[in-house]
């Protein structure tokens, strides 16, 4: 596989990513009180996409610093199980290896796991790496343009934020024609129904993932044994 190859496999990700980190770039100059090419350097030292456009909206509405950091922190606690699956592909990527981890956004991981893989594993972490310079650069690029736009052209971005929702409402449906199941969704709508009615609004977050964290523990909890059981009964049958 040549560079213009790997370049050809990032390009779905470019079209995604331009207009998204635009969306950004534009949300983080209208909502926070910053130079435009702080988003920018958000996007080159953090890069957490969808984690960049919540972090923004929580410091707009005044959040705490512990109520982002347990939302940025559930948002992307996907990505732990994404390394450990890739460490031993990363294995002897020596200086690379720490990039490779630090880029692993939803989009890489799909494209390093999924693409087709030589015997020369010096070149496929070499590959892997542009893949995933690619697609930060990607990133940077949309932000950028959509934070000196935001700041040098004037116009109505009311309603922009709605991004990070639509983001969520396409993340839960994708989720859902994976797992085929509703019960998770009627068990975070549920979570938010109840903090909204009985929490303050600075807590309303933290109180949400709390409690739908701990209903699907305990479903898993009291549904696992279950499913064992019938597994042995089955097979003993």
């Known amino acids: 596989m040549t560079d213009r190859s790997v370049f050809k496999l990032t390009l779905p990700i470019l079209f995604g990513y331009i207009p998204l980190g635009m969306a950004f770039g534009v949300l983080f100059v209208t909502q926070l009180d910053y130079p435009w090419w702080g988003a920018t350097l958000m996007s080159l030292a953090i890069y957490a996409g969808a984690g960049q456009i919540l972090a923004v909206s929580l410091l707009a509405a005044h959040a705490g610093l512990l109520e982002v950091f347990v939302a940025l922190f ?47 594993a010096a ?29 040098a052209v004037s116009f109505d971005s009311t309603g922009i934020e709605f991004a990070l929702v639509a983001l969520f409402i396409v993340l ?33 977050l933290i109180g949400a993932v709390v409690l739908a964290t701990l209903t699907l523990l305990t479903h898993y909890r009291f549904h696992r044994p279950t499913e064992a059981t019938g597994s042995q009964e089955r097979s003993h049958g």
């Open 74 to 120: 559930v948002l992307n606690a996907r990505h732990l199980f994404y390394g450990l699956s890739l460490l031993g592909r990363f294995r002897g990527a020596g200086w690379r290896k720490g990039y490779l981890i630090f880029g692993l956004t939803d989009e890489t991981y799909s494209l390093l796991t999924s693409r087709d893989r030589t015997g020369d």
């Open 123 to 151: 070149a496929e972490q070499r590959r892997d790496v542009l893949i995933t310079l690619y697609n930060q650069s990607y990133w940077v690029i949309g932000s950028t343009l959509g934070a000196w736009l935001g700041r």
């Open 172 to 204: 839960t449906i994708e989720q859902y024609k994976v797992l085929g199941q509703m019960l998770p969704i009627w068990i975070g709508a549920a979570a938010a129904g109840l903090s909204l009615a009985l929490l303050p609004a600075d807590q309303q």
